[in-house]
DNA sequence: ACAATTATTAGACTGAAGTCCACATACCAA
DNA sequence: TTGGTATGTGGACTTCAGTCTAATAATTGT
């Protein structure tokens, strides 16, 4: 399923793919998301405009896989580390998350909103990028229950609902997404 | 500072501002936010696209109006009746927002959209939109606390957050937003 | 060597957003 | 009535996303 057989054909220029990757990172990096066209990208790589189009169908689903393709930013799981409380471990989860998103929160917002304009890249940010996250925290939360660290009546799936969409929300509305941020939720949630 | 001398000049034709907004509405209702041109609107009202550009700078801008203007809708205030718990006005008010979300969720998305390619617009909308339904549930929460129906170490704005929070969150990925969701949020807040 | 196949390239083309302009129109005040 | 001022109208123009095409290039199998 991954390997094609294709037997004759042109074989696809990887570095142009690189290249584009490499200029689009650059571009919005330097200009910011919505500033750079997508002939900017093309050009600053030296490939043609449809050669972007062959691999990617919109701006998104290349600084998408840009982003998040060899290197695993944003990706560290929370380590059950011995000797350190449930809650520290969630705030420093969401400290590290919220340090890396100050470097390119704009490019975050910018594709959240693509995925609004876009069904089929909605989808494919929700698996690469949304749920994931989400997924570690609840598994985080449910590893504070069973060690009695959190109420059995708390519900570890709105519980993580809540700290995306708290992170969501002031990230969408132009709030600051810090450190401050991340002790807050981890108090809220662990109370008393 | 709300009525202008303007002494001189042309006076705006107020009914060629009614009749864009009538367009938008029924336009963005019936073809989908995205699917709808500022032409469009304009030809459908009957006006040039110029007059349109005289009193909003985007489709966002104008649509925000259209929805929001005299009617009250989605402001309706979480009353504090007699004999209802502070869980069940909480769960309520959700339900009502939800409820009218369902019918133009996908409006609402574009418009979040919208405003993270618009910093003027991001802060209208947040003003408008945002700001208002995030101090009614941070006011229940406030009373509710007052009288002991929530614990004193219970933060009213970061579950404010967490609450509106979980709303953009199931919202903005195409996940349910519904009854089911008012109660399941109500039910955490209000735990025990 | 040759045919089949697929990728790359340059360019044309459409549709939409947004800006700009010249001219017509409506209102006020002197 | 006349001049000042601001809006309405139609159209030209630029930029960009996205689609399409014809020609060319690279690879495999015969």
Redesign the pocket.
Known sequence: MTEKP?????????Q??AALKAAALRLVSEKGYAK?????I?KAA??????L???W???ADLVLEAMFEETGRYAAEPLDQAGESCRAQLEAFLAQVFTHLSQDGDTVCALIAAAQQ?ASFRAAFFRRFVRPREEMVTTLLRRAQTQGKLAQDRNPEMLSTFIHGAFWYRLLNGQPVNAGLARDIAAEVFTR
């Not at 294709?6 to 990887?14: D, L, M, T």
């Not at 750079?36 to 900017?40: L, P, T, Y």
């Open positions: 294709a037997s004759g054909g042109r074989p696809p220029n990887e142009a793919s750079v066209s997508i002939a900017e093309a030296g490939v043609a405009r449809q050669t189009y062959n691999r169908n919109t701006k876009d």
